[in-house]
């Protein structure tokens, strides 16, 4: 059994595979043109795949149980028993009860899905009831650890931490449960130990947010009682995404083995490590390499911060600051990139490359490091976007005042009380995919291509017509993906072909690069939007991406303040919005569906970024005159701590996420004075179910009468590109039809 940590580590690699094989697999087994053991097969190779290669770049502590069908939030639940009593009934093998908790199937809505922390990363919500009984169940770790064993390969199990794991479960008071979660922790510790492993990884995320002294306790007499066990592997316990905070201390003063600090996210930690005293011999993990983001390390910076870890603990291991999950596998698959980016960019392989260095370099300290690059060539900056952006002034940052604004936009759109609208998007049929894909092969022609979509434009126009709807949308059938359409389009922007992150499940991004300095070649939207007002005389929305949203999907420069760089592409945005403008459309939405996702964990760093997410929206929407109607659309309806800010993004109209939850949001809206137009969701879009024409009028009279019908909007939660045609239909005839009802009352 090793007692050694090692020098060099990750926290977990992508499971996805380097040409997204798991995707494949799992989708094809979902579809039934695969069976279970061939899935299996995918992924042993997968994980054999995963191992070899960490072990080829010479890393010395290598994780397994870091692969996942899904998600290991779920692996982690079914490993200590909780899945719900709805999901054990249905009498299936474990590998579909396990998609189940996944997906849903007929009978049964999946888990919750939601954002793991501050990441594109979405985890499944454990459903903790005061019943669960939880069960030791390591038979998935333990069957990884002996695959890699077999290949030569010693590994250390990872699962997400018994804290972490109830602080974001939900159910009545999930937390309380958490001693009698520890003693099944134990056995699976037990078992773990009994088979031979020598060290095993928690990870405890959840500690780099703001947590109460009775967390932090919790925390404390969760990892004494665990490495209290006699039988027991080596503990590590792994925190990321920020600073440690209080729980520091509280985790140092454990008997556990080994922690990990984020000092990428978290420079405070250093800190608070040197403020903490004597570490008993534990082994401190420096995450060194960010895990988030692609650029290479700055090495002599990172051995820098790394020797004063050093200086602080006897033994000190390099590690990326998370798992690498959140980064594409490989840069070498990306030949066709500028070499003067390629040359700076860093992908899950090249960190690993990255942290043996660090840790030869930290034990030896002689090994030569190489100097950074410098920071940006001088053709990605534009002289002109720097000159513009300062020249700014806080009025370009504001428009007229709203109730000129309003009377001036209903003057010019007349629109009837309750107006109907959608938030975007049409059904991306099979077809559509396929044109995508015959003009990214080449088989179709720019020409074919676009009269395909402008087609299309036209039936979706031609659709909404037909049912009634008051301001219609062009359907956005020639966005693959609401920020690459962008980051295609923009200077300063790099796309990947093959820079897929897994996102959920099966669905994986590809988030663009943002390399230099923003800035709008040509228009981008006007003509789709104006191709569609063409077609009709009600107006057409057009319809852009806001600059936090094109920021939290797309890896972001680190050699500036974000705020910098939100604000050129916000200038990018006000010049198309302009563009729209000018060209004769009357209503535009600018999109913030991640506003909210990017909060920092911290509320003590919440205000500054929420300003410089307010100020670039404002930024980009308000070049436009008063009688051009500015709309938002925010994807969630637990405002939070967003609340104010969503208030001051000073939209015309925002439509968001209300039907799962209610309306309760326009209580929280009318709470704080929110006084302009809203379109709080009337229909679920996360299901095909059609809501009846009755179900849609019941929640319109509810939202009535929490909103004086004047500022009331008539939307779906969100665009319909997952639906089908026959439920968008019968869907938006039910709403239009319970509009009109509501409105004679
Ligand atoms: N306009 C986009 C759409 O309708 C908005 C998507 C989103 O909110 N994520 O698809
Ligand atoms: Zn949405």
Redesign the pocket.
């Given at each position: 059994m090793s007692t050694v940590f090692g020098q060099s580590t990750v926290l977990g690699y992508p499971r996805i595979g380097a040409n997204r094989e798991l995707k494949k697999a799992v989708e094809a087994y979902w579809a039934g043109t695969i069976d279970a053991e061939a899935l299996a097969d995918t992924a042993a190779g997968l994980r054999a795949q995963v191992w070899r290669t960490l072990r080829d770049a010479r890393l010395d502590a290598i994780p397994s149980n870091t692969f996942s069908y899904y998600d290991q939030m779920l692996d982690t639940a079914v490993a200590v028993g909780a899945v719900p009593a709805r999901f054990a009934r249905l009498g299936l093998s474990a590998l579909d009860t396990y998609f189940a908790m996944a997906r849903g199937v007929d009978a049964e809505p999946a888990l919750e899905l939601t954002k793991w922390f501050d990441t594109n990363y979405h985890y499944l919500v454990p459903e903790i009831a005061p019943d669960t009984v939880f069960t030791a169940n390591p038979a998935k770790a333990l069957d990884e650890y002996a695959e890699a064993r077999d290949l030569g390969v010693t590994t250390r199990p990872v699962f997400v931490g018994p804290a972490t794991f109830l602080l974001l479960a939900k159910g009545v008071d999930p937390f309380a449960r958490l001693d009698d979660l520890v003693q099944t922790y134990a056995r699976i510790l037990a078992a773990l130990a009994h088979a031979g492993v020598g060290w095993v990884q928690l990870d405890e995320p959840a500690y780099a947010g703001d947590r109460s002294p009775a967390e932090i306790d919790a925390l404390r007499r969760t990892y004494t009682r665990l490495g209290d066990l006699t039988h027991r592997p080596r503990i590590f316990v792994a925190t990321y995404f920020g600073d440690l905070g209080d729980a520091l201390p509280a985790l140092l003063d454990t008997p556990v083995d080994a922690v990990g600090l984020d000092l990428v996210a978290g420079a405070g930690n250093l800190h608070r490590l040197a403020a903490a005293g004597p570490l008993g011999g534990k082994t401190i993990v420096a995450g060194l390499v960010d895990g988030r983001n692609v650029w290479r390390t700055d090495l002599r910076a990172a051995v820098a911060a790394g020797a004063t870890v050093t200086g602080l603990a006897d033994h000190v291991a390099v590690s990326s600051s998370c798992s690498l999950l959140h980064v594409p596998v490989d840069l070498s698959a990306e030949t066709h990139l500028d070499p003067r980016l390629s040359e700076r960019l860093a992908f899950a392989r090249q960190k690993v490359d990255e942290i043996v260095v660090l840790g030869r370099a930290l034990r030896d300290g002689t090994t030569a490091l190489p100097a950074p690059l410098p920071a940006t060539p001088a053709g990605w900056r534009h002289d002109d976007v720097r000159g513009r952006l300062a020249a700014l002034r806080p009025a370009d940052r504001q428009r007229g005042d709203y109730p000129t604004r309003a009377a001036r936009q209903q003057e010019r759109l007349g629109l009837p009380e309750l107006p109907t609208t959608?938030?975007?998007?049409f059904p991306q049929t099979a077809e559509l995919r396929r044109a995508r894909a015959a003009h990214r092969a080449g088989s179709l022609d720019d020409a074919g291509y676009a009269s395909r979509m402008r087609a299309e434009v036209q039936q979706v126009v031609r659709l909404q017509e037909q049912l009634g709807l008051d301001v219609l949308v062009h359907g956005?059938p020639e966005r693959n993906d609401?920020v690459q359409y962008f980051g295609e389009q923009l200077d300063g922007f790099a796309a990947t072909r093959h820079g897929w992150v897994q996102s959920y499940g099966s669905r994986c991004v590809r988030p663009p690069i943002i390399y230099g300095d923003v800035s709008r070649k040509a228009p981008m939207t006007v003509e789709w939007s104006t191709y569609a007002q063409s077609l009709t005389s009600k107006p057409v929305k057009g319809?852009l991406t806001g600059p936090v949203t094109i920021l939290a999907w797309s890896f972001v420069r680190t050699d500036q303040p974000l705020a910098d760089t939100a604000d050129q592409v916000a200038l990018a945005l006000r010049d198309e919005c302009r563009d729209l403008e000018s060209a004769g459309i009357r209503v535009i939405?600018v999109?913030e569906?991640a506003l909210r996702e990017t909060l920092p964990l911290r509320r003590a760093d919440q205000k500054t970024y929420l300003d410089w997410a307010v100020a670039a929206f404002r930024l980009a929407t308000s070049g436009v005159a008063d009688d051009t109607q500015i709309h938002t659309?925010l994807?969630y309806s637990e405002f939070g701590e967003v609340i104010g800010a969503i208030d001051a993004l000073d939209a015309d109209v925002t439509s968001i996420e209300a039907s799962r939850s209610k309306m309760e949001v326009l209580d929280n809206l009318a709470a704080i004075g929110y006084g302009r137009g809203v379109g709080p969701g009337v229909w679920d879009i996360h299901s095909p179910r059609v809501p009846s024409r009755d179900e849609v009028i019941e929640a319109l009279r509810r939202a009535v009468a929490a909103v004086p019908a004047r500022r009331l909007w008539v939307n779906p939660d969100?665009?319909?590109?997952t639906r089908g045609y026959p439920e968008v239909e019968a869907s938006l005839r039910h709403l239009v039809a319970a509009a009109a009802e509501v409105r004679g009352s």
């Open positions: 959608t938030i975007g998007s956005e609401m319809m939405q999109d569906p659309h994807c969100c665009g319909l590109k």
